[in-house]
């Protein structure tokens, strides 16, 4: 692609950034025009704000997300158009601006932008993870991060609940991007675990101090002689961020993801999130279904280790107790009328009821 093409590609690439931003804005005008237009009638909509849209509540809503409403879904999908049209050299579907609107944005849009130049090397993963077509900072200073989205030919609308052989292949191949064997008390799960609880000594009460302290001795201890895999998770392996391609899964938001995780967090995740963040019950019959889940994919994924249910159990707790701490990190405090936090409190309380022995 020759210099006046690329600038050209930047320059449209960042207009149609700013137009969804403005879009986001003025979905109330925009229901109702859009329809007028293309129906010549006007329908009566409930619009969806913000925080509705933002599902995985990272800051920004993405393509997948803007699926809940069609009116804006027709907006993508008529830039895609406009795209073509342009001589926009592309093999996509579709591409997606993100741009840091606070610093937490700022923080994930450069921990994803590092971890989608690293998986691009891992050939296992090819077509399943977006790439980076354009990083830097708008003139206001703010970053942003042009990557594409679904492959040529892939369904935007390809998302499935369920935990299939396909989630447990792409979880398997990413290994394969970061992985060692070590003990539990020198991975970088147990020390952010032990940083984070020293954080939080700092607003949360005594007693909830004492919750979190004494769940993660009971991880340490239930873990002590255990030596196993702790690899890449994505951080946030939900619904929301997977399409179905077929044969294979394509994976968006890597904001999250982090180097040294347990490797049944993505498991967990995928089962537990749902629930929690729909209101549903998280109660103990369905935790341990889903550690029966997470035992299976071990096995699996990982035959080369023990996989007892003590260890199983012990990861588990490692799962909840990661996401209470970076959720009341971000807070602030242990806010318990929070979904998630809510939920996986109630399971931390009640762990002796759960946790293999």
């Not at 991975?187 to 005594?206: D, K, M, P, V």
């Not at 260890?311 to 799962?319: D, E, P, S």
């Not at 936090?341 to 002796?352: D, F, H, N, P, Q």
């Amino acid at each position: 692609m020759n210099q006046r093409l690329r600038q050209e590609r930047s320059v449209f690439l960042l207009f149609l950034g700013t137009m969804f931003v403005s879009l986001i804005s003025a979905l109330p005008i925009l229901t109702a025009t859009l329809n007028a237009a293309r129906h010549a009638q006007v329908e009566q909509h409930t619009v969806a704000t913000f925080e509705q849209l933002d599902r995985n509540h990272d800051g920004y809503v993405d393509r997948g997300e803007a699926l809940a409403l069609p009116q804006l879904d027709r907006v993508f999908n008529e830039a895609d158009g406009a795209g073509a049209h342009r001589r926009l050299e592309m093999n996509l579907s579709f591409g997606l601006v993100k741009t840091a609107a606070d610093e937490q944005a700022e923080r994930l849009l450069a921990r994803e932008a590092r971890w989608l130049r690293e998986l691009e090397e891992v050939h296992e993963l090819e077509g399943q993870v977006p790439r980076i077509l354009e990083e830097g900072r708008s003139p206001g200073g703010r970053r942003y991060l042009v990557i594409s989205m679904l492959p040529a030919g892939g369904d935007p609308r390809g998302e499935t609940r369920a935990f299939t052989d396909d989630h447990a292949r792409f979880l398997a191949s990413l290994r394969k991007a970061r992985s060692r064997t070590v003990e539990f008390e020198v991975s970088g799960t147990c020390h952010w675990l032990q940083r984070s609880i020293g954080e939080a000594r700092e607003f949360a009460s005594g007693k909830a101090v004492q919750t979190l302290a004494e769940s993660y001795r009971d991880c340490e201890t239930a873990l002590l002689y255990w030596t196993g895999p702790y690899v890449l998770a994505q951080g946030d392996f939900a619904p929301w961020n997977i399409r179905n391609l077929g044969s294979q899964l394509f994976v968006t938001d890597w904001g999250r993801a982090h180097a040294d995780a347990s490797p049944l967090d993505d498991v967990l995740h995928y089962l537990m999130i749902q629930r929690a963040l729909n209101s549903r019950p998280v109660t103990v019959p369905v935790l341990r279904q889903a550690m029966r889940c997470a035992a299976d994919f071990a096995v699996q994924a990982y035959p080369e280790w023990s996989w007892r249910p003590p260890v199983i159990g012990a990861l588990t707790l490692v799962y909840l107790l990661g996401v209470v701490l970076e959720r009341s990190l971000a807070l602030r405090r242990i806010e318990r009328a929070e979904r998630v936090v809510g939920a996986y409190w109630k399971l931390l309380e009640k762990r002796t009821a759960w946790m293999p022995k």
